[in-house]
């Protein structure tokens, strides 16, 4: 079947509006909902707090900016993989997918599912936390729905996807109107001397960041679907400078509002603060709040799915996963294999799962990766000036970039050298120890032959071809 069929490209079905909703969808997950207390505590401050929401935005903005140049530079689908293996060669992109498959990825979404989890069913538990059990199985499920969709029609994700945006940014002017008639009634006591407590040390304002950025994730999502998206080199810089900008100023005035109807310390004993800000101020209808958040978060993991399903598909299509997943279906042209495997290994992260090392986990190794991606950016602008750039940043901008990226990853570690740093930095290394039998020198080719032909046949795929 391999050989005697045509081959497939993925369809370019993402305009400028799909773009912007699955960048500003991704990012306007269960964060805004969960992290302001967080950042709040670390801070010290309700003025501090403000001051790092609109820094991970700026620096949100100013990474995806790169990433626009990077993506007209290099224009393929599967994000920093694919920068890796164009700019640094196999190891090094290895590594990263390797690290992207098995732990970036099924760790932000079972994450993001099982915030999504806890606000559907916090409605039916009103006075006690919901079981564990509960919680999770909802989790599964919110993920198994989601790969079932993906697998079957690219358009009914985007909707969505759409769906989704135009109900949380519902949710969020909520809050935000929420807030000014608080203002109007002169609940603006909390603000006063709004700096007083501020936490300046390096290590407070590096965990504060960690915490904000969580909320600001999936600014990079466009650059795993570029074959996707029509006019890449036009639309991939407008969706990234109408989507981030909006976003940011959409958390700072949710930040404000809950600060105007709740006091820093009521803020920071919540674990969740949009449910808590609901029921202080829409009284019995405050459970809106919390379907509105577990809409918001299922978007978001409406957009990980895409960006997850498409890495996978990239780095078989290379040679560096099982030839199945890098096949798209032949009659709905989806990488269904792929967004299988995915799912697969997303709902064994789900088992042990635990939100509070996941995001930690996560963002240390995400931020890791980011700092090598800018490295290779600066390379390319340097060595490589005579390369086409439908879309240019100045140099001053990666290099900023890299700096934050930089701290991000040496600040925890060094306020807080967890052993888990360690294990987790030797498994983005170990994978150098897969690489050279099962990639390099290809042990057991003929194993994975046949049962690639089974499951190119039992799942209806063929080979798909990039589009460029």
Known sequence: MAGGIEKLSLKREVGLIGAISFIAGTMMGSGIFMSPQSVLINIGSPGGSLVIWA????LATLGSLCYAELGTVIPESGGEYIYFLRIFGQIIAFMFAFSFVIVMRPASATGIALSFAEYAVAPFYHDCTPPELVVKCVAAAGIMVL???HSMNVRLAIFIQVFCMCFKLV??????VGGLVLLFNGNSNHFEDSFKGSNVEISSIGISLYQGLWSYDGWNTLNYLTEELKYPEVNLPRAVMVSIPMVTLLYLLVNVSYLFALTPKELMSSSAVAVTWGNKVLGSWGWVMSIAAALSAFGSLNGTFFSGGRLCFVAAREGHLPDILAMAHVNRLTPSPALIFTTAISLLVLIPGDFQSIVNFFSFTAWFFYAITLSGLLYLKIKKPELPRPYKVPVVIPILVLLAAIFLVLAPVIDNPAIEYLYVTLFIFSSVLVYVPFIHYKICPGLL???????????EVAPADKNL
């Open 55 to 58: 820094a991970c935005g700026v």
């Open 147 to 149: 790969a079932i969709v």
């Open 449 to 459: 032959e046949k049962l690639t032909v089974f499951l190119q046949l039992f799942l």
């Open 171 to 176: 949710a969020l002017t909520v809050i935000i």
